[in-house]
């Protein structure tokens, strides 16, 4: 966060309202919800694509069996969707003060926690539920000059272990769930510690071996 903006930074309520509906999109909390409630859930937003019927089994355009570049021409469509509709609504949340909201409540702590801005708690949020949506954010965030490309290594450190834990364990990871001998919120707790624990490696490499800040934009960290 640049050091002129620190006193001028004012937010509307409608900031924080925007803020605060974005947590609940990116977060899951109404992932298992069944009804109208379910729509505030990211994953539902969405949504899946259709089913090929008339054969023994049903296949999704992307098939079964694939191989080499054009399996993962295809794997790279079924990313696309996410992506636009997260960056789609980070943009409406900046829009109406949602991100200036986050890096006024959220900087003091991120900031001694990861060494991260507070604009970056979307991201941080997102990255529990969706790989690819989280990245977007990031993208955009260093594109725009809002973060620097230290910050954003940072965030990448963080996002890059356990990504998608929360949506990735409660769908995979159910199948061991009957015979797990820990209570089922501790794996979700050493994976978090230990996102912590490789931003933080990677902020520890900058400051002793990289010694070096860039600020955020399209014409730096290449």
Known sequence: MNKQEKPTLKVGWQGYAALAVAIILFSGIFSSCQGWLKVFDFNTLNGTFGKIQGTAQAFTFRGAGGSGARDGFLFSIELIPAVILALGIVNIVDGLGGLKAAQKLMTPI???LLGIPGICMLSTIANM?????AAGMIKELADEGKITDNERSINIAYQTSASAFIT????S???????????IILPILVMFIFKIIGANLMRLYLRMVYKKTLAGGT???K
């Open 219 to 221: 014409n730096n960290g």
């Open 173 to 183: 990871g159910a199948a061991v769930f009957g015979f797990m001998l820990t209570p």
């Open 168 to 171: 990735n364990y409660f769908s």
């Open 110 to 112: 991120l900031k001694p």
């Open 129 to 133: 539920q969706s790989t690819d949506a």
